[in-house]
């Protein structure tokens, strides 16, 4: 069978069973193509140390121990792996630049009798056509924004309009995130070419002729940040505010963080992070809330002194961009329920 060189475009990828990413693990993890599995033909320690008798020894002798290391990794791919792959089966597969990582298992797997396609270009290839798309292409597609004070459930609403078949990108679970100070709760958090990869699927799935609807976010959230061609149709898009009292929107917080706030070293800690910018004052009654277990007050100050200052400045810059607002009431599940009804009629009018 034979080996055959592929373009990459979203459709060709759809043209096989499966891909496979030869790369190390480490290169795997910082990112790959979507739905892609991992048979690395290196290890990261082999990599290594292949590379460094590359460079520092012997070109010769890093391919031949190169060359004893990939054919031992192969063989324990296709048993652990493949050997379960029928007959008509087509993979794709790709390294870095679809070189000889790829050519060692492209070979072998054409010799069993399987026909074999290796991405042009290799991953670099790929990554191209996601920053293409990030900076340029991206601005075709139509975006409308959930805004709203801190606590006005907007995650939920996404969730909820996803329900009702409404398009919906959440760049806070693309970014294992939940996009405050308090949203970091120790989990770790994509590399960012990870993150435009997944928001690069992200919108490749919906339609580019009906509204996609996200949250209004700064250009970070947490370590990540917003790639320039999203953050220039999200500054432009128009905006749905969902509206609710101090209050509720402090009991609906408590609720939601209620793994931060049974973490009394982690609570506080986050709180410290805050004294740069709210002085140590404030950082002190904070502290004295947490530590008496009064979550809703500490919730209802956070908002007040910290959050809602910094929503009114962005509210104030964005106000002509509002084109409807939403009242939440208790932000209970039935009234999350009749504002997406509300906004898919606003929606619909658009």
């Not at 069993?112 to 990554?127: A, N, T």
């Not at 806070?172 to 995130?177: D, I």
């Not at 009991?251 to 002085?279: A, D």
Request: aromatic share 8%; charged share 30%; with cysteine.
């Amino acid at each position: 069978m034979s080996i055959n060189r592929i373009n990459i475009c979203p459709k060709t990828l759809k043209d096989f069973d499966e891909i496979i990413d030869v790369r190390s693990p480490a290169e795997y993890q910082e990112d790959h193509v979507p739905s892609s599995i991992n048979l690395p033909v290196l290890s990261d320690k082999e990599r290594a140390l292949i590379g460094t008798i590359y460079k520092q020894k012997n070109k010769f002798e890093a391919k031949k121990l190169g060359a004893a290391l990939i054919s031992k990794n192969i063989s324990t791919s296709i048993k652990k792996t493949l050997l379960t792959r029928t007959r008509d089966w087509k993979p794709l597969i790709y390294c870095w630049r679809g070189g000889q990582r790829s050519y060692a298992l492209a070979t072998i797997l054409s010799q069993i009798g399987w026909d074999v396609g290796i991405i042009e270009g290799g991953y670099k290839s790929f990554r191209k056509i996601v920053t293409k798309f990030l900076d340029e292409e991206i601005s075709a597609f139509k975006v409308i924004l959930i805004a709203g004070n801190t606590g006005t459930a907007k995650t939920e609403m996404l969730k909820v309009l996803r329900q009702k078949e409404i398009q919906t990108v959440d760049l806070e679970q693309l970014a294992n995130h939940k996009g405050s100070v308090f949203g970091s709760q120790g989990q770790k958090q994509p590399s960012q070419k990870r993150f435009e990869t997944n928001l690069f699927s992200a919108f490749m799935d919906n339609k580019k002729d009906e509204f996609i609807v996200m949250e209004a976010e700064s250009n970070k959230i947490g370590n990540i940040s917003i790639p320039k061609g999203l953050w220039s149709l999200m500054k432009k898009a128009p905006q749905i505010e969902l509206v609710a009292s101090l209050k509720n929107r402090s009991l609906f917080l408590t609720n939601q963080y209620s793994e931060i706030t049974k973490n009394q070293k982690l609570l506080k800690k986050q709180i410290m992070s805050l004294e740069r910018i709210s002085g140590s004052k404030k950082i002190t009654e904070w502290l004295a809330l947490a530590n008496d277990k009064k979550f809703s007050l500490l919730g209802m100050s956070l908002m007040e002194n910290h959050y809602d200052p910094r929503y009114k400045k962005s509210r104030l810059r964005n106000s002509r961009k509002i084109i409807s607002s939403i009242e939440l009431g208790d932000i209970s599940n039935e009234k999350i329920e009749k504002s997406a009804e509300k906004i898919k009629y606003v929606i619909s009018c658009l």
